[in-house]
Each structure stands twice: as structure tokens, then as C-alpha cells.
């Protein structure tokens, strides 16, 4: 099958755990010979304007994004907004208990890091998340940093991972409510990587992948992620399947953090084709 690689719908910025400024992954995503971009940061849209900004001097077709987690039957899922409109109120409310939330936990991650061992600075990790939404990244960065860990995978899988010893949950909100916050600002709602990624440590299958995708395609999802990160060829088929199934938009992106783990897809590595793009922006709600 012929993947065309010009558009990436899932990427990260400084402004929640990835590592690159809105400018300089859009210039990254420039040189890398993209058209179509989505930046989907984690519990925010603060760098939606200089991602918009630095996309519009590299002519790159942008859109607007944002990834929510979300209460799963186990675990988490990640849902995706497209084509959210930042100044939406009710999403503004919802986003800034989630960023009160992400502080709490991460204060409580690094309290537990150094009573079992593994000292570590809360101001360094905030220093890190530079004022964005604080995450595990952040923490496995400074653990790396102090030579607690030789890659960030390797914090997160012996130190910060569920089940690990300084692991805290965060608050995750309910599908249903992450689609419906997405829908009321405009946007359209994608599942994010529903299969195992080898990249992402404890990264495991959505369970109950089926039940749980038809009722968020009853919630309203549109899309659901097929061409992600670092998914075989048999797991791009199967997602593929299965969005024909339930009437889903293909999407997908590489999730690129420049987060320095051994495995870490670069923009336009992997992404949707164009006829995908063109689905979702005939979806769009005018
Ligand atoms: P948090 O939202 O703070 O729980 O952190 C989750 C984020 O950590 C994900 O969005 C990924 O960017 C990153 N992540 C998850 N698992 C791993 C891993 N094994 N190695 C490196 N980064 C990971
Ligand atoms: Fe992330
Ligand atoms: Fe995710
Ligand atoms: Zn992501």
C-alpha cells in the first residue's frame, strides 16, 4: 500500500511534554517536507497562536488540536480534538482544572521519587515544563538528567510507569466528556493510537478495543488513529478495518516529543493520506 506521509495530525510542543517550541517544530515539520500539521498538545491549546504564527510563515496547512486523556474500562484512552476553537469557554474551564490537576500530581511524583531513593528537584522538573502542561516527561527528563535513568523510557519503565514506585494517576475526565467539550468548541473528535506502540512503554491495546469504540462513535468520534507512530503494516490494516467498520476518518500522526527515547518516529515519518484530510475538513462543522 502506498502511505503518503505529507500530513502528521499528532505532534507535541513545549507547551505540554513535548520538547521543541511551537516555531521551531513547525520549522521541523517545513524541512521535513510536510503540508499538513495538527498539534495536538496535552491538556492545553496555549501554543496554538505561535504554532498557527510559525505554520502560516512556512505556508504549512494547519490545524488547530489538542489530545485529552480520558477514563477508559481499563487504563486510559487519549482522544483527540481537530478544529477546536481555543477561546471556547466551557473548554477554557475543563482545561485549567486539568493543568491545577497535573501540578498536584507531579509535586506528589517527585515527593515519592525522593523518598525511595531517587532525589529529584520539583523546581528543576517545573523548570522543565516551562510553564505548560507538567507531565511524566518532564519528571523522566530530570531523572535522566541526575543519572537516575539512561533514557527516558528507562524512567518510565523502572521509576514513573503504572504500577511503578512513583507512580500517581492523574484525573482523567470521561470520554463522553471530552467529545462533547471537543464538539462544543467546534472541533471533531478523533480516538488517539487504540493498538500497542512499542515506543511507548506499558502502551498497551485499548481493552475492550471494540465495545469501547462503539460508544464513543455513539458519543460522536469521527476518526480514529490508523497510521500512528511506529504501527506495522498489519496494525495500520486493522485499524483500518475497523474505521470502515464504524464509519471512522483514518487519521494519525507520528506523536513526535523529541523526547530522546530509542524508538521515536520524526514528523512525516508516518500520517494519514490526503483523502483522509479531506474527509475531516468536509466534517468540519461550519
Ligand atoms: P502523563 O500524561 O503525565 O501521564 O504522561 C504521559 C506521557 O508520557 C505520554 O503522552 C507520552 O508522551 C509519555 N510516555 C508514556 N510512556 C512513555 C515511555 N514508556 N517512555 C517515554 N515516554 C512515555
Ligand atoms: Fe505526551
Ligand atoms: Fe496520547
Ligand atoms: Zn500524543
Known sequence: MDYSFRSDLHLHTTHSDGRLSPSDL????????????????HDTTSGIDECEAAANKHDLDFIPGIEFGAKAIRGEIHILGYFIDPNNHALQEVLSDLQEDRKTRAERMVALLCQTGTPLSWDRVSELARGGSVG????AQALVEEGHASHPKDAFDRLI???APAYVARKL??????????????????????LESRAKSGRREIYELETTLAS???FGIVGIEAYYGDYSNDQIERVITLAN???????GGSDYHAAGNPIEPEPGEIGPPVESIELLKSLKPI
Request: aromatic share 6%.
Open 245 to 251: 467498520k464504524y464509519g471512522l476518518v483514518p487519521c
Open 161 to 163: 510507569n503504572w504500577k
Open 136 to 139: 511524566r516527561p518532564h519528571i
Open 173 to 194: 475526565i470521561q470520554p463522553r466528556e471530552a467529545v462533547d467539550l471537543i464538539n462544543g468548541s467546534g472541533g471533531l473528535a478523533v480516538l488517539a493510537h487504540p
Open 26 to 41: 513547525m520549522a521541523l515539520c517545513y524541512e521535513r517536507g510536510l503540508m499538513t500539521v495538527s498539534v495536538t498538545d
Open 216 to 218: 464513543l462513535v455513539d
